[in-house]
C-alpha cells in the first residue's frame, strides 16, 4: 500500500519568506509526527498529532513554526519569516493508534533550504 | 548533556562480520526502544523496538536493553553490503515524540 508521501521534496527559499511543507500520512494512521533532521544530525521532535489536535507541540522552536492536521489525515507545517538556521530535512512519520508497538512509518522528508 | 548519546562511527566493516551498534541514555522513564536504519537521502525505516529489559532477535539482527545500566545494543549478523547505512536509535516514555540518538554511519565492505 501507499506510504507516507511528503511535498515538496526539496524547497529552496529566500530568508524572510513563508513555506509550507504537506505530509499525507498512511490511510487509517490517526497519529502523525513531525520531525526536524539537521544535517549529521539525529531526528529533532517539533510535534505530534493524534487525530486533529496536537497534544504535544513542545518541539515546535518557536512561534515562528506552525502546524495543522484536517480531517484526521494531510498535515501542513508552515514556517513563517524563514531563518538560515531552519534549513535541514523535515520529516513526516505516521502510526496506529499513536502506540509505539506498531511502529512509526516516515515519509522520504522535505529538504529545505534557505538562503 | 544529550537524553540520548550514540556513537556517531563511522564503522567499516568486512562483509560477514558482527556489528554490534550503541546507545546510552540517561532518562529513566523510557519503556520503548527503537533502531531506526537510514539509508541516504530516505527516511528511516523502523528495524525493531523492544519494551523494557531484555533481548529480541529478528532475522539477523538482535535489540538489547538493559535498563539497569541505561544502555542499548543491536547486534547484526553475518553483515551485508546491503546493511551499509545510518542506524539511529529512539526511545520513548510512552506513546507520543520519540528521541532520537544523532545515528551511527555504517559501512559493510565486500
Known amino acids: 500500500g501507499a506510504g507516507v508521501s511528503q511535498s515538496p521534496s526539496n524547497k529552496v527559499t529566500e530568508k524572510g519568506k513563508d513555506v509550507e511543507l504537506r505530509c499525507d500520512p498512511i490511510?487509517?494512521?490517526?497519529?502523525l509526527y513531525w520531525y526536524r533532521q539537521s544535517l549529521g544530525q539525529g531526528l529533532e521532535f517539533l510535534i505530534y498529532f493524534q487525530g486533529n489536535s496536537a497534544p504535544d507541540k513542545s518541539g515546535l522552536p518557536s512561534d515562528r513554526f506552525s502546524a495543522e492536521r484536517t480531517g484526521g489525515s494531510v498535515s501542513t507545517l508552515t514556517i513563517q519569516r524563514t531563518q538560515q538556521e531552519d534549513s535541514a530535512v523535515y520529516l513526516c512519520?505516521?502510526?496506529?493508534?499513536?502506540?509505539?508497538?506498531?511502529?512509526?512509518?516516515f515519509g522520504p522528508g522535505t529538504r529545505l533550504t534557505v538562503t | 548533556q544529550k537524553e540520548v548519546e550514540q556513537d556517531p562511527g563511522p564503522l567499516s566493516v568486512p562483509e560477514g562480520a558482527i556489528v554490534s551498534l550503541n546507545c546510552t541514555y540517561s532518562n529513566s522513564a523510557f519503556q520503548y526502544f527503537m533502531w531506526y536504519r537510514q539509508y541516504s537521502r530516505k527516511g528511516p525505516e523502523l528495524l525493531m523496538y523492544?519494551?523494557?529489559?531484555g533481548n529480541k532477535e529478528d532475522g539477523r539482527f538482535t535489540a538489547q536493553v538493559d535498563k539497569s545500566s541505561k544502555y542499548i545494543s543491536l547486534f547484526i549478523r553475518d553483515s551485508q553490503p546491503s546493511d551499509s547505512a545510518t542506524y539511529l536509535c529512539a526511545m520513548n516514555t510512552n506513546a507520543g515524540k520519540s528521541t532520537f540518538g544523532d545515528g551511527t554511519t555504517l559501512t559493510v565492505k565486500p
Open positions: 490511510s487509517g494512521h490517526t497519529a
Open positions: 523492544t519494551y523494557s529489559s
Open positions: 512519520a505516521s502510526s496506529l493508534e499513536g502506540s509505539i508497538v506498531y511502529g512509526q512509518y
